[in-house]
């Protein structure tokens, strides 16, 4: 058996083939010499190195967030952890706000000083008193890793204030996951790497688990470093899903952003509700930096009831149309109550230093799902029809 393949045939493809091979083939020694010695010609080395189908998807990433360059990983947490070890070395000091991602801040707390590395976490409930805390930091941060909007409550922070207290040396990264362009642009606004869930709008079909870096080229080819080098790699298959979900997710934003709107207010007018958090209601804390800052307000809506736990999951139990799950961007509509699905290790104490109300719901609306379906099954569990 010839150990040569044929050429691709069909090279004039409209999409181009998605490649699952785990290695890559030479045909001699010179070849060797100027695909992988001197990086001459395109070619592959290795799967954990390289995939041409991550590289069509990386490149039209790039373009979504009007970046430099962009790496896909295996999780959004994947990307996230590569990125801090990639830029952090012992004695550096960097910060975060208390609403962070669950799993960003056991990384910040529970991994990244294991390293030596200073962790400084401020709240963005106020987001003044959280510039003034960034402030009382400058000249000792090497990185601000931000999250706009946050989960559960869509809190946001001032991101170009932020650049302007730190100046240019500071590497600031942001978690886009709940606001991804169209809706908002982070790498206008001072950011050096944007970091997304793949999992959520991004995929947008619930089917897929990755995560995605965006910006500065010099900082994306560090990371990429690390990146080949452990290995949270995304197969073929996964950059294909993902390549396809990039079509439509102008037009998936653009849904999820009326639904939500309209969600949230009908809850706002709803008896039963308490409070509800949506960056596009004037009610919204950080009603005014939406303005500035978003395009849309994205399909997660968070509310309170001011009930005890118990008679709020009842109230859960009673819903229809969502799925009891932990996830957003998807085609279906999914709910969680915050303190049973993602703060559920946490206690009292725990929840008030981060907001979190025990009566807490968050909605995450499904393109596939109609407005008025939602509204109905809302306004039936909440008067216990």
Known sequence: ????????????????????????????????????????????????????TWVEVEARLSELSEAESSLLFASGMAAHFTTFVSL?????????????????????????????????????????????????????LKLVHLEMPSSPHMYLIDVARIR????????????????????????????????????????????????????????????????????????GNVAFLLRRSLYTLALRMERVNAQGLEVARFLTAHPRVRRVFYTGLETHPHFKLGQDYLHGHGGVVTFELGLGETETAEIVDRLEVPFMASNFGA?????????????FEYDDAALKSIGVDRSTIRLALGYANESTQVVEDLDRALTGG
Do not use: C
């Open 1 to 52: 058996m010839t150990r040569k393949r044929t050429s691709e045939p069909y090279t004039n493809s409209i999409e181009p083939p998605t490649y699952q091979s785990a290695s890559y083939y030479f045909d001699d020694a010179d070849q060797v010499k100027a695909g992988l010695h001197d990086l001459s010609i395109p070619a592959g080395r290795y799967g954990r190195y390289s995939n041409p």
């Open 88 to 140: 952090l070395e012992a004695g550096d000091e960097v910060v975060l706000p208390a609403e962070s991602y669950r799993q960003v801040r056991n990384v910040f707390h529970h991994i990244l000083p294991k390293f030596g590395i200073v962790v400084h976490e401020i709240s963005i409930r106020d987001p003044e008193a959280f510039l003034d805390g960034i402030a009382a930091l400058s000249g000792r």
């Open 164 to 235: 302007q207290i730190v100046g240019d040396d500071v590497v600031i990264t942001l978690d886009s996951s709940f606001s991804p362009p169209p809706n908002f642009y982070a790498l206008r606004w001072g950011v050096d790497l944007v970091l997304f869930s793949a999992t959520k709008y991004l995929g947008g079909h619930g089917d897929i688990v990755a995560g995605v870096l965006s910006g500065r080229r010099d900082l994306v080819e560090r990371i990429r470093w690390y990146r080949d080098t452990t290995g949270p790699v995304a197969d």
């Open 331 to 343: 085609p279906h509509t999914l709910v969680e109550q915050s303190t049973f699905f993602t703060y």
